[in-house]
């Protein structure tokens, strides 16, 4: 099954709300962690507080990974345990203060959330562009065509065009 770039970004932003974000340290050690965004204008944008060592190591390394995962069940069957469709592709990272996130998005992604004794100003936003091509597996297709790695993956392009960023 061939994907297109629009088929893809809309299971990023109508199918999905969670992915795993990626990065290294100033060490080089490869760290991750759970994420909940919303898209907006082909990226994806992060809430986090502003002290967090994902702000930080994003910060000093803009080069991420991100993976986002899809539940897929059986109906009637949940005991049978089947694997998560996925998206995951390469990034830059850029680290917004609130007010200058696009402010639908960042409505939609800090609804819900309790500021209460903690001020808005000591969050970020974190965005994420995709660069280069997603690599999925399982996007699209009914969960018997899983079981076959070479249907179920495939390459798309992000349908971007942010340059790699160096590092200090």
Do not use: C
């Not at 909940?36 to 944008?45: A, G, P």
């Not at 000591?122 to 790695?149: A, E, K, W």
């Amino acid at each position: 099954m061939t994907l297109t770039t629009a088929e893809v970004w809309d299971a990023i932003a109508n199918d999905g709300m969670f992915g795993v974000l990626a990065f290294v340290n100033r060490r080089g050690e490869a760290r991750s962690v759970g994420v909940i965004y919303v898209t907006h204008d082909r990226s994806l944008l992060i809430s986090t507080a502003r002290d967090t060592w994902k702000v930080r190591h994003t910060a000093a390394n803009p080069n991420v990974s991100m993976t986002i995962t899809f539940p897929k069940r059986v109906p009637f069957l949940p005991f049978i345990r089947i694997p998560a469709a996925t998206i995951t592709f390469s990034g830059t990272a850029e680290i917004l203060d609130v007010p200058d996130a696009p402010f639908e998005a960042t409505r939609k992604l800090l609804r819900g959330l309790d500021f209460e004794g903690e001020p808005i100003d000591d969050h970020v936003i974190i965005r994420v562009t995709p660069r280069g091509d997603f690599v999925t597996y399982g996007i699209g297709m009914p969960i018997t065509q899983m079981r076959s790695p070479e249907k179920a993956r495939d390459r798309v392009p992000s349908g971007t065009t942010v340059n790699e960023p160096t590092t200090a």
